[in-house]
T-cell receptor, first 112, second 116 residues
Framework: GQQVMQIPQYQHVQEGEDFTTYCNSS?????IQWYKQRPGGHPVFLIQ?????EVKKQKRLTFQFGEAKKNSSLHITATQTTDVGTYFC????????????FGAGTTVTVRA | GAVVSQHPSRVICKSGTSVKIECRSL??????MFWYRQFPKQSLMLMAT?????????EQGVEKDKFLINHASLTLSTLTVTSAHPEDSSFYIC????????????FGPGTRLLVL
Protein backbone atom coordinates (compact mmCIF):
# COMPACT_ATOMS: atom_id res chain seq x y z
CA GLY A 1 0.00 0.00 0.00
CA GLN A 2 1.00 3.59 -0.35
CA GLN A 3 2.83 5.41 2.36
CA VAL A 4 2.62 9.02 3.30
CA MET A 5 5.84 10.95 3.78
CA GLN A 6 5.97 14.11 5.85
CA ILE A 7 8.65 16.78 6.26
CA PRO A 8 10.18 18.33 8.22
CA GLN A 9 10.23 16.08 11.25
CA TYR A 10 10.94 18.97 13.58
CA GLN A 11 10.16 22.65 13.25
CA HIS A 12 11.48 25.21 15.72
CA VAL A 13 9.67 28.46 15.18
CA GLN A 14 10.02 31.92 16.65
CA GLU A 15 6.71 33.13 17.99
CA GLY A 16 5.03 35.26 15.38
CA GLU A 17 6.73 33.63 12.41
CA ASP A 18 5.13 31.43 9.76
CA PHE A 19 5.97 27.85 8.87
CA THR A 20 4.83 25.08 6.56
CA THR A 21 4.80 21.30 6.85
CA TYR A 22 4.56 19.12 3.77
CA CYS A 23 3.04 15.76 3.06
CA ASN A 24 3.70 13.59 0.00
CA SER A 25 2.34 10.33 -1.32
CA SER A 26 3.64 8.11 -4.11
CA UNK A 27 0.09 7.42 -5.23
CA UNK A 28 -3.01 9.51 -5.71
CA UNK A 29 -5.05 9.95 -2.55
CA UNK A 30 -8.82 10.01 -2.43
CA UNK A 31 -8.54 12.37 0.51
CA ILE A 32 -6.05 13.59 3.03
CA GLN A 33 -6.61 14.36 6.68
CA TRP A 34 -4.65 16.42 9.16
CA TYR A 35 -4.44 15.80 12.87
CA LYS A 36 -2.78 17.61 15.76
CA GLN A 37 -1.39 15.88 18.83
CA ARG A 38 -0.43 18.01 21.78
CA PRO A 39 2.40 16.77 24.03
CA GLY A 40 1.04 13.94 26.18
CA GLY A 41 -2.26 13.98 24.33
CA HIS A 42 -3.97 12.12 21.54
CA PRO A 43 -4.48 13.03 17.87
CA VAL A 44 -7.30 15.46 17.24
CA PHE A 45 -8.86 15.78 13.82
CA LEU A 46 -8.24 19.14 12.17
CA ILE A 47 -9.49 18.89 8.62
CA GLN A 48 -10.10 16.68 5.60
CA UNK A 49 -9.34 17.65 2.01
CA UNK A 50 -10.98 15.81 -0.84
CA UNK A 51 -10.90 17.86 -4.02
CA UNK A 52 -7.92 18.45 -6.28
CA UNK A 53 -6.36 21.83 -5.53
CA GLU A 54 -8.59 22.35 -2.53
CA VAL A 55 -7.64 25.02 -0.02
CA LYS A 56 -9.22 25.32 3.39
CA LYS A 57 -8.52 27.76 6.17
CA GLN A 58 -9.00 27.55 9.90
CA LYS A 59 -8.03 30.91 11.38
CA ARG A 60 -4.22 30.99 11.07
CA LEU A 61 -4.00 27.50 9.54
CA THR A 62 -4.17 27.02 5.78
CA PHE A 63 -4.46 23.51 4.35
CA GLN A 64 -3.88 22.73 0.71
CA PHE A 65 -4.37 19.60 -1.41
CA GLY A 66 -2.25 19.38 -4.54
CA GLU A 67 -3.67 19.34 -8.03
CA ALA A 68 -2.51 15.76 -8.55
CA LYS A 69 -3.85 14.78 -5.10
CA LYS A 70 -0.47 13.40 -4.16
CA ASN A 71 0.68 16.12 -1.82
CA SER A 72 -0.64 18.43 0.82
CA SER A 73 0.61 21.21 3.00
CA LEU A 74 -0.25 22.92 6.24
CA HIS A 75 0.82 26.52 6.62
CA ILE A 76 0.57 28.31 9.95
CA THR A 77 0.90 32.06 10.10
CA ALA A 78 1.94 34.11 13.12
CA THR A 79 2.80 31.07 15.19
CA GLN A 80 1.64 31.11 18.80
CA THR A 81 2.64 29.00 21.78
CA THR A 82 -0.71 27.23 21.49
CA ASP A 83 0.46 25.80 18.16
CA VAL A 84 2.97 23.56 19.94
CA GLY A 85 2.46 19.89 19.16
CA THR A 86 2.88 17.32 16.43
CA TYR A 87 0.95 17.67 13.21
CA PHE A 88 0.21 14.51 11.29
CA CYS A 89 -1.13 14.10 7.79
CA UNK A 90 -2.87 10.85 6.96
CA UNK A 91 -4.18 9.28 3.80
CA UNK A 92 -6.05 6.08 2.98
CA UNK A 93 -3.79 3.03 2.63
CA UNK A 94 -5.39 2.11 -0.67
CA UNK A 95 -7.80 3.88 -2.96
CA UNK A 96 -10.86 2.28 -1.43
CA UNK A 97 -9.57 1.77 2.06
CA UNK A 98 -10.74 3.48 5.19
CA UNK A 99 -7.56 2.58 7.00
CA UNK A 100 -5.21 5.50 7.30
CA UNK A 101 -1.48 5.70 6.79
CA PHE A 102 -0.02 8.40 8.99
CA GLY A 103 2.97 10.50 8.11
CA ALA A 104 5.84 10.68 10.55
CA GLY A 105 4.55 13.99 11.86
CA THR A 106 6.06 17.42 12.24
CA THR A 107 6.80 18.33 15.84
CA VAL A 108 6.55 22.05 16.38
CA THR A 109 8.20 23.95 19.19
CA VAL A 110 7.83 27.68 19.64
CA ARG A 111 10.38 30.15 20.99
CA ALA A 112 8.73 32.98 22.84
CA GLY B 1 -20.23 15.16 19.09
CA ALA B 2 -18.03 12.21 18.02
CA VAL B 3 -16.48 11.45 21.38
CA VAL B 4 -14.41 8.35 21.94
CA SER B 5 -13.43 7.26 25.40
CA GLN B 6 -10.72 4.85 26.40
CA HIS B 7 -10.13 3.07 29.67
CA PRO B 8 -7.87 2.86 31.53
CA SER B 9 -5.80 5.93 30.75
CA ARG B 10 -2.73 4.46 32.40
CA VAL B 11 -1.84 0.98 33.53
CA ILE B 12 1.21 -0.56 35.11
CA CYS B 13 1.43 -4.31 35.19
CA LYS B 14 3.89 -7.07 35.85
CA SER B 15 5.49 -9.02 33.07
CA GLY B 16 3.42 -12.04 32.10
CA THR B 17 0.05 -10.59 33.02
CA SER B 18 -2.71 -9.59 30.62
CA VAL B 19 -4.18 -6.14 30.26
CA LYS B 20 -7.53 -5.21 28.75
CA ILE B 21 -8.14 -1.79 27.22
CA GLU B 22 -11.63 -0.59 26.37
CA CYS B 23 -12.57 1.80 23.61
CA ARG B 24 -16.07 3.27 23.48
CA SER B 25 -17.81 5.59 21.07
CA LEU B 26 -20.04 7.67 23.33
CA UNK B 27 -22.39 9.49 21.00
CA UNK B 28 -22.28 7.60 17.73
CA UNK B 29 -22.25 4.07 16.42
CA UNK B 30 -18.84 2.99 15.26
CA UNK B 31 -19.01 0.30 12.62
CA UNK B 32 -15.24 0.28 12.48
CA MET B 33 -12.69 0.83 15.17
CA PHE B 34 -8.93 0.99 14.81
CA TRP B 35 -6.16 0.23 17.25
CA TYR B 36 -2.87 2.06 17.01
CA ARG B 37 0.36 1.90 18.86
CA GLN B 38 2.65 4.87 19.32
CA PHE B 39 6.17 4.82 20.70
CA PRO B 40 7.70 8.03 22.07
CA LYS B 41 8.36 10.64 19.41
CA GLN B 42 7.09 8.34 16.69
CA SER B 43 4.06 8.24 14.47
CA LEU B 44 0.96 6.14 14.91
CA MET B 45 1.26 2.58 13.71
CA LEU B 46 -1.97 0.82 12.85
CA MET B 47 -2.18 -2.52 14.62
CA ALA B 48 -5.58 -3.79 13.62
CA THR B 49 -9.01 -2.92 12.34
CA UNK B 50 -12.08 -4.27 14.06
CA UNK B 51 -15.59 -4.40 12.70
CA UNK B 52 -18.57 -5.05 14.88
CA UNK B 53 -19.48 -8.72 14.95
CA UNK B 54 -16.55 -9.98 12.91
CA UNK B 55 -12.93 -10.90 13.42
CA UNK B 56 -10.36 -8.17 13.52
CA UNK B 57 -7.97 -7.62 10.64
CA UNK B 58 -4.39 -7.37 11.80
CA GLU B 59 -1.61 -5.48 10.10
CA GLN B 60 1.50 -7.30 9.03
CA GLY B 61 3.80 -8.06 11.92
CA VAL B 62 1.15 -7.78 14.60
CA GLU B 63 0.54 -11.01 16.50
CA LYS B 64 -3.17 -11.68 16.69
CA ASP B 65 -2.75 -14.15 19.55
CA LYS B 66 -0.93 -11.56 21.60
CA PHE B 67 -3.20 -8.63 20.88
CA LEU B 68 -6.74 -9.93 21.17
CA ILE B 69 -9.41 -7.64 19.79
CA ASN B 70 -13.11 -7.98 20.38
CA HIS B 71 -15.68 -5.65 18.85
CA ALA B 72 -18.75 -6.80 20.72
CA SER B 73 -21.07 -3.93 19.88
CA LEU B 74 -21.30 -0.81 17.75
CA THR B 75 -19.96 1.24 20.64
CA LEU B 76 -17.34 -0.99 22.25
CA SER B 77 -14.09 -2.56 21.18
CA THR B 78 -11.52 -4.09 23.50
CA LEU B 79 -7.84 -4.79 23.09
CA THR B 80 -6.26 -7.35 25.38
CA VAL B 81 -2.50 -7.49 25.56
CA THR B 82 -1.81 -11.06 26.64
CA SER B 83 1.28 -12.12 28.55
CA ALA B 84 2.62 -8.61 28.45
CA HIS B 85 6.36 -7.99 28.37
CA PRO B 86 8.37 -4.79 28.83
CA GLU B 87 8.67 -4.35 25.07
CA ASP B 88 4.88 -4.06 24.93
CA SER B 89 5.09 -0.85 26.92
CA SER B 90 3.66 1.83 24.68
CA PHE B 91 0.85 4.30 24.09
CA TYR B 92 -2.17 2.47 22.71
CA ILE B 93 -4.79 4.58 20.98
CA CYS B 94 -8.10 3.59 19.50
CA UNK B 95 -10.11 5.46 16.94
CA UNK B 96 -13.56 5.03 15.53
CA UNK B 97 -15.54 6.09 12.52
CA UNK B 98 -19.01 5.51 11.25
CA UNK B 99 -17.90 3.62 8.16
CA UNK B 100 -17.16 4.66 4.59
CA UNK B 101 -13.89 5.63 2.93
CA UNK B 102 -14.11 9.34 3.67
CA UNK B 103 -15.21 9.10 7.24
CA UNK B 104 -13.09 10.93 9.74
CA UNK B 105 -11.48 8.95 12.51
CA UNK B 106 -12.11 10.14 16.04
CA PHE B 107 -9.43 9.19 18.50
CA GLY B 108 -9.72 8.13 22.09
CA PRO B 109 -7.44 9.71 24.70
CA GLY B 110 -5.10 6.72 24.65
CA THR B 111 -3.81 4.25 27.22
CA ARG B 112 -0.25 4.34 28.47
CA LEU B 113 0.89 0.83 29.27
CA LEU B 114 4.00 0.18 31.32
CA VAL B 115 5.06 -3.40 31.79
CA LEU B 116 7.57 -3.98 34.53
Amino acid sequence: GQQVMQIPQYQHVQEGEDFTTYCNSSTTLSNIQWYKQRPGGHPVFLIQLVKSGEVKKQKRLTFQFGEAKKNSSLHITATQTTDVGTYFCAGPLTSNDYKLSFGAGTTVTVRA
Amino acid sequence: GAVVSQHPSRVICKSGTSVKIECRSLDFQATTMFWYRQFPKQSLMLMATSNEGSKATYEQGVEKDKFLINHASLTLSTLTVTSAHPEDSSFYICSANGGGALETQYFGPGTRLLVL
